[in-house]
């Protein structure tokens, strides 16, 4: 291992071998990838019953464009019109790219890249390689940074992100010889989502997050109130949209004592209509304020259900009660005619309509067949992050943020929108590094190591869990503004004595202490998001405000900014003129 290098790339998901790819083709070859685990991460980790990726409509006869794509993603609110062109506009030489390295996504006889439409799509611009797109992801482009031997630093934690006058210098990494300084004109953070910040969470449990590197460092953050909560199983962290709903699965709970009931006919009078409700969480996975009413009821329902002390199941092996073909609702009905599964049971509809999405429970040691599928609302996706420019950009120069670490959604997204954010950002970042003049090396400050408190009951692991379930209960798709202001404060005085108040029992729980200290970071500025979100704006998007259920557009062509503890609005950068003509480009 060297001390220094042109670029160092943090995180080995999706957008993080991509970023180290690209860069290695655009001539930047003086780079390292930096891991704490090169196996670990969302994008190695997750899925749905077909993970879906985002792209321009590449077959059929309906009509697309790059500013259609574009416009639908600024459409979903409190999102920069700059940064969604970009995604549109680079999105087929992303996916092509994937192609390239092999990934099997589906054509038909004529070599045309079939779609689907996902959720908040007005197009059928989604595809899939089945549930594990994002890993194949993963592993093609692995493959090529180690085909093109690009140095991998595999088990370092980054600890601190080092900074020179608003500009990036440099990191401190903890590994199994301790802190080590490097020093690099640009760092490329491909840290994921903050899935730390709470208990309630579809993340993998190898997933943290490192979102507080950059807040530490000065980076502003963008939107951290926005994020995506939903259905998934617990035992296994796994989303349970799709064809998991759409083959009807009986709800049912337990309480303490063993008792099981089939809950949703206690709340609904017609059972048909919950039927279709469930059947639409399959297109309308994530919790939506503007679907309390219809799919987002489900939610709700499994809400009230563990708040009763009763641990909710999705039941495969008995229908429903109330199960009628005919009454159900024509969108339901006409697909799973389409289907060929208006027949069985919900584990045989699945064999027939997603075999694969068994297979995966399978493997993970659920057996669909034989036992029911522990669920509960969770956090997936959070929609905000570190703020960028065109580039990936953060206002630190030098700091680029690509993947689910960078702020580049607003309240809404299309379904697998950010595997194509993880592609196109990777690529904007590692062109503009590469087109850069080199730059002198600039003073690299030293890294003064916290004092850690030692004792023979560490409470490190008791405390992050206490407040990941404070998190979880008060701050996430159900939102009380007043426990949120409490837990805010106490938090802001947990991190002031931080290294004095959380105790470990030995220099072993040295890496959860700092990644306690990063989640930390990012739960303070979250809430702080959340906060003013509520307060200022309302219910919105995946975010119910206690008291106040009537959803609120307001703001949408704001975006939350927060720095440190502070949040603010500022207006989105507006969706670019689709005016270009080509004579004016191609003299420049």
Known sequence: MKSQYHTLVIGSGAAGFNAADWLYDLGVQDIALITEGINMGTSRNTGSDKQTYYKLTLAGDEPDSVCDMASTLFQGGSMHGDTAMVQAACSTKAFMKLVRLGLPFPTNQYGAYVGYKTDHDPKQRATSCGPLTSKFMTQALEKEVIRKGIEILDGYRVIKLLTHKGRITGLVALGPAGYKTLQAQNIIMATGGPAGIYANTVFPKSQTGATGLALNAGAQACNLQEWQYGLASIDFPWNVSG???????????????????????????????????????????????????????????????????????????????????????????????????????????????????????????????????????????????????????????????????????????????????????????????AQKKPEAAKPTPDFDTPTITYSNQSNLSTKRQEIQARMSRHAAYIRDPKEMASLFEELIQLKENFFKEITIASENELLNLFTFHDTLTTQIAALSAMIYAANEIGSRGSALVKDQPQPSDIHNNQVVITENDKSYVQPVRPLPPCDDWFENIYSK
Not at 261 to 282: I, M, Q, S
Not at 311 to 321: G, I, K
Not at 372 to 392: E, F, M, R, S
């Open 243 to 433: 064809t998991y709903q759409q083959v009807l699965p009986k709800y049912i709970s337990i309480d303490s004592q063993g008792n099981e009931r089939e809950f949703l006919p206690h709340y609904y009078t017609d059972p048909t209509k919950a039927l279709d409700n469930v059947f639409l969480k399959g297109y309308q996975w994530p919790f939506d304020i503007k679907k309390i009413d219809g799919s987002s009821q489900i939610d709700l329902i499994v809400a009230k259900e563990n708040e009763q002390g009763r641990t909710v199941y999705m039941d495969f092996r008995q229908n429903p009660t109330g199960l009628d073909y005919n009454r159900l609702s024509p969108e339901t009905y006409i697909y799973l005619e389409k289907s060929n599964a208006l027949f069985g049971t919900p584990i045989q509809r699945l064999e027939k309509m997603n075999p694969k999405a068994i297979a995966l429970y399978k493997a993970n040691g659920i057996d669909l067949y034989n036992e029911p599928l522990k669920v509960a609302v969770c956090a997936q996706h959070c929609n905000g992050g570190i703020a960028v420019d065109i580039n990936w950009e953060s206002n630190i120069k030098g700091l680029y943020v690509i993947g689910e670490a960078a702020g580049t959604f607003g309240v809404y997204r299309p379904g697998g929108s950010a595997l194509n954010d993880t592609q196109v950002g990777a690529m904007r970042a590692a062109e503009h590094i």
